[in-house]
């Protein structure tokens, strides 16, 4: 297997991939209808409320993957749930924060909440915000961006990787209103981990990690075991299973190659 290089895979490089779910606030919608002449027929960032949100870490030292953690959260009381997540955001202040399209959507959708409820953002969520010359937000749509954006779902399946295994982003009001907020919590994490699994693939081709295979398999069965009862247990141990395949496959082909 070819092994890529870079000058910078001797720094450790620490992530946290998050993603969060919305509702819209129609209370406010209606509100603001009333009052604008000319009101905007699409509801937009301003009237969304977070209800769920997944944050999964890893490290990369030396070219070594290491897996961290995999927290969760999910309910209708938001300043809660955003408090949460912001602590948990501030102790990992060496971490940088990974997102698919969050740019767009998640962190205005963050900032706005932490200004309706009076708290005080991490510093990951702030506009622009950097460590030395590092940025400290990545987001992953605009590194695949080629004068269109694509759906996390087109790279994951390009790639052959899960995606969307988890309830839909349609069925949350739902799973909120119904108290099933196992569920809930499982439709972020299935998006952190597929974000993950795309990230560790550009390290890798960016010479940061050293195989992204066995980061993957790695992160697979870390969620798994984080989240045994999920529906989607299961499918994960099925997609870890090919992907252990196919490295002993590509490993069986150099060992045949170099005899």
């Given at each position: 297997?070819?092994?890529?290089?870079?000058?910078?895979?001797?720094?450790?490089?620490?992530?946290?991939?998050?993603?969060?779910?919305?509702?819209?606030?129609?209370?406010?919608?209606?509100?603001?209808?009333?009052?604008?002449?000319?009101?905007?027929?699409?509801?937009?960032?301003?009237?969304?409320?977070?209800?769920?949100?997944?944050?999964?870490?890893?490290?990369?030292?030396?070219?070594?993957?290491?897996?961290?953690?995999?927290?969760?959260?999910?309910?209708?009381?938001?300043?809660?749930?955003?408090?949460?997540?912001?602590?948990?955001?501030?102790?990992?202040?060496?971490?940088?924060?990974?997102?698919?399209?969050?740019?767009?959507?998640?962190?205005?959708?963050?900032?706005?909440?932490?200004?309706?409820?009076?708290?005080?953002?991490?510093?990951?969520?702030?506009?622009?915000?950097?460590?030395?010359?590092?940025?400290?937000?990545?987001?992953?749509?605009?590194?695949?961006?080629?004068?269109?954006?694509?759906?996390?779902?087109?790279?994951?399946?390009?790639?052959?990787?899960?995606?969307?295994?988890?309830?839909?982003?349609?069925?949350?009001?739902?799973?909120?209103?119904?108290?099933?907020?196992?569920?809930?919590?499982?439709?972020?994490?299935?998006?952190?981990?597929?974000?993950?699994?795309?990230?560790?693939?550009?390290?890798?081709?960016?010479?940061?990690?050293?195989?992204?295979?066995?980061?993957?398999?790695?992160?697979?069965?870390?969620?798994?075991s984080r989240r045994p009862h999920a529906r989607y247990a299961d499918y994960l141990g099925r997609v870890e299973k090919r992907l252990s395949m196919e490295v002993l496959a590509e490993a069986q082909a150099f060992i045949a190659s170099a005899a």
């Amino acid at each position: 297997m070819t092994q890529h290089h870079n000058d910078n895979s001797n720094r450790p490089a620490f992530y946290a991939v998050l993603d969060i779910e919305m509702l819209y606030r129609l209370d406010a919608v209606e509100s603001y209808r009333k009052l604008d002449p000319s009101p905007c027929e699409v509801i937009r960032y301003p009237f969304r409320a977070t209800c769920a949100a997944a944050l999964l870490t890893f490290s990369v030292v030396d070219g070594i993957f290491e897996f961290g953690s995999l927290h969760s959260w999910a309910g209708d009381d938001e300043p809660a749930l955003l408090g949460a997540l912001f602590d948990q955001l501030r102790m990992l202040p060496d971490h940088r924060l990974v997102t698919w399209g969050g740019l767009s959507m998640d962190l205005p959708v963050l900032r706005i909440g932490a200004a309706r409820h009076h708290l005080r953002l991490p510093r990951q969520l702030i506009k622009d915000a950097r460590k030395g010359r590092d940025w400290l937000h990545l987001d992953l749509a605009k590194e695949h961006h080629c004068g269109t954006y694509v759906h996390l779902t087109e790279v994951a399946v390009a790639l052959d990787l899960p995606v969307k295994f988890a309830d839909r982003a349609s069925s949350v009001r739902k799973l909120l209103e119904t108290g099933k907020l196992e569920r809930l919590r499982d439709v972020p994490i299935a998006d952190v981990l597929t974000t993950s699994l795309l990230l560790q693939a550009q390290l890798e081709s960016h010479g940061e990690l050293s195989s992204a295979r066995a980061a993957q398999i790695m992160t697979l069965r870390e969620v798994a075991s984080r989240r045994p009862h999920a529906r989607y247990a299961d499918y994960l141990g099925r997609v870890e299973k090919r992907l252990s395949m196919e490295v002993l496959a590509e490993a069986q082909a150099f060992i045949a190659s170099a005899a």
